[in-house]
């Protein structure tokens, strides 16, 4: 770490929204040259803490300062002069654009003749400088997500920033590039750079920073140094209570078949082809995990497997029937429900109240809609119910859905599938961008999904949740999976291997190359 100074000093800041006091008289100090970890649950916070920082947004009250001295920030560019800036969780790079003109993109200079040469030196000697390696004549489209984030970190860099912020930066990336991402990390670090590091991931925090604040409730917690807490105190401050270990969980005793594919193939969005000859089996009474870097195909299988992408070629098999190509309507029917990685966007309606996006699968059913019409008083009871049992927070039932914490609206799209009538669960990342709280109960509703018979597929680029859950690991790489492990068999370098395109008897696969489809 470097010295003492603090480059970073959040002072007793506010901010205030409709209905939601969002920072609560918070305080944040980074020291220069460390890595700082920011923890809390949704909704704790930090992201907008974060926008202050960054000129997104401004206090109601309080200060900010930089290097010792008090700054007013009206934008992000204001930020970005004063050396801070933040590489988000989505990245925002331009596809068809080279890694250089990413780089550049949006810079005062030059203006009207734009010569790439001493650009692309330039970013080659950052490239070497911190270990980041990228060519800058490449374009985006061709870059794997761990070469994209390092094209963010470098366009933050060449900006002159001082004091990064990286919001969940690992959240898709392997465990290799993790590595790798971190040696940067400690790389810049030791340069003198500052690191304001947010993430879910209390192993990581523990591994890669110095310090480390917890927020709640908009307010400051705790902070210290990462060496004398540990992960189940950070839990603890997190939720302001303490986290029930994982409980026991003895092996499955699975059943049947409930839900097969057979060599399915379907393209994506742009044409290409996504699936390649996929096969898969889930039995009752077990999760199956799909491990793989994003863009290897996993979201084209759970859309068609759900009958929201066609198949090209293949089966899709529940209970024992042909249901490839299906209308959704007829695999709900079948006992399918579906927990889509969009939440809002597919999963649920964000400008409905929560009584409408519960009902959504059961409006047609007598409990709730006898004859034509909708009982609106019925759908209230079966709402409250829901919200009850799985502990849904809302301040009224008629609440739209997108004022909802990201735990709390996962809830109820879980309440609303768990009660469902179905015996096959396809999960896709169900827990992405939760804090523990929320991801504790999530893990609780799967693991009660399991005990209780149902299959369940759960499609996650988080190892540590697959190795925690499943029963079963298989890994998708470029459209197929190239390996699969039982529970008792898991090796997170060997899955670590085998995301990157490696199958276990060490053959390399990508594009061109034969690939090994392992039984399962």
Request: some cysteine; aromatic content about 4%.
């Amino acid at each position: 770490m470097g010295t003492a100074e603090n480059a970073v000093e959040i002072r007793n800041v506010t901010k205030r929204f409709p209905g939601v006091v969002a920072s609560n008289g918070a305080n944040l100090c980074v020291r220069r040259g460390e890595i700082h970890a920011l923890l809390g649950e949704n909704g704790a916070g930090k992201s907008t803490l974060m926008n202050m920082l960054t000129g997104l947004i401004r206090p109601d009250s309080g200060e900010i300062l930089i290097n010792g001295e008090r700054v007013s920030m009206r934008s992000p560019a204001d930020a970005i002069a004063l050396g801070i800036g933040m590489v988000h969780q989505h990245f925002r790079l331009v596809q068809t654009f080279t890694v250089a003109e990413n780089i550049t993109l949006g810079m005062p200079t030059p203006r009207f003749r734009l010569d790439m040469a001493p650009i692309e030196r330039e970013v080659s000697e950052f490239s070497a400088r911190y270990g980041l390696e990228v060519n800058p004549r490449a374009k985006v489209w061709q870059l794997s997500v761990g070469e994209q984030q390092r094209v963010e970190i470098i366009k933050m860099l060449y900006r002159g920033v001082r004091v990064l912020i990286l919001d969940e930066p690992t959240a898709v990336l392997t465990p290799n590039e993790v590595k790798e991402l971190f040696d940067t990390m400690r790389r810049m670090a030791a340069a003198g750079e500052t690191l304001i590091f947010i993430s879910h991931k209390l192993d990581e925090v523990m591994s890669i920073s110095d310090r480390v604040t917890v927020l709640r409730a908009g307010k400051d917690v705790f902070t210290a140094d990462t060496a004398s807490t540990n992960v189940r105190e950070l839990a603890s401050k997190m939720v302001g209570r303490e986290l029930a270990p994982p409980p026991e969980r003895p092996r499955g005793v699975f059943g049947r078949p409930v839900l097969e594919v057979d060599g399915l193939k379907a393209l994506g969005d742009r044409g290409e082809m996504a699936l390649k000859g996929l096969s898969l089996t889930v039995r009752e009474g077990e999760i199956h995990g799909i491990a793989g870097v994003a863009g290897n195909g996993q979201r084209e299988l759970a859309e068609t497997i759900t009958g929201l992408r066609r198949a090209l070629e293949g089966k899709v098999v529940i209970n024992g029937k042909d249901y490839t190509n299906r209308r959704p309507r007829a695999i709900i029917e079948a006992g399918v429900s579906h927990i889509p990685e969009d939440r809002l966007g597919m999963g649920l309606a964000g400008n409905l109240p929560l009584t409408d996006n519960a009902i959504m699968k059961d409006y047609r059913e007598d409990e709730i809609g006898p004859g034509m019409v909708i009982d609106s008083g019925r759908a209230t009871a079966w709402t409250r119910d829901l919200v009850s049992r799985f502990q849904v927070k809302a301040p009224t039932l008629r609440t739209p859905v997108r004022l909802l914490s990201g735990g709390n609206s996962q809830k109820l799209l879980l309440a609303r599938e768990a009660t469902h009538d179905h015996n096959v669960v396809v999960a896709v990342h169900p827990t992405r961008g939760l804090d523990v709280g929320a991801t504790e109960a999530v893990h609780d509703v799967l693991l009660a999904q399991r005990s209780s018979g149902v299959g369940i597929l759960l499609i996650s680029e988080d190892l540590e949740e697959l190795i925690v859950l499943c029963d079963r690991i298989s890994v998708m790489f470029e459209g197929k999976i190239i390996g699969s492990l039982e529970r008792e068999d898991v090796d997170i370098d060997r899955i670590g291997l085998m995301m990157a395109g490696i199958d276990p008897q060490g053959a390399a696969h990508g594009k061109g190359a034969d690939q090994v489809e392992a039984g399962v």
